[in-house]
């Protein structure tokens, strides 16, 4: 069956790599007046501030989330393996004396 698609694709593929462009060959505009300009700049810069905003909402709603279902909130009693999940970095999770 495998074989089968993969051939298909394959004929598929060389069909459609020898029908030419509508109208002939495009052309686009020349080097020197392809620019991304200051606005594409502030338009990323834009996007990753709201990207790390939408990651600190996170972060704060899953904060949230976990203490409401410490607190019993969702009415069901935690598990015994919830500790884990508090255990602050680089402390071990033994409680070993």
Do not use: Y
């Not at 620019?35 to 700049?41: H, L």
């Not at 969702?74 to 071990?92: L, N, Q």
Request: contains cysteine; aromatic residues 8%.
């Amino acid at each position: 069956m495998i074989a089968l698609v993969n051939d298909l694709a394959t004929v598929a593929w060389h069909v459609l790599a020898d029908v030419p462009a509508p109208g002939g060959v495009e052309q686009g505009p020349p080097p020197e007046d392809v620019k991304a300009g200051w606005t594409a700049f502030a338009i990323f810069f834009g996007l990753c501030g709201v990207v790390a905003l939408l990651c600190w909402s996170f972060v704060r709603q899953i904060a949230k989330t976990r203490r409401a279902r410490d607190a019993g909130v969702f009415g069901d009693p935690p598990d015994a393996g919830d500790a884990r999940d508090r255990t602050p970095r680089g402390a071990s999770s033994d409680q070993t004396s």
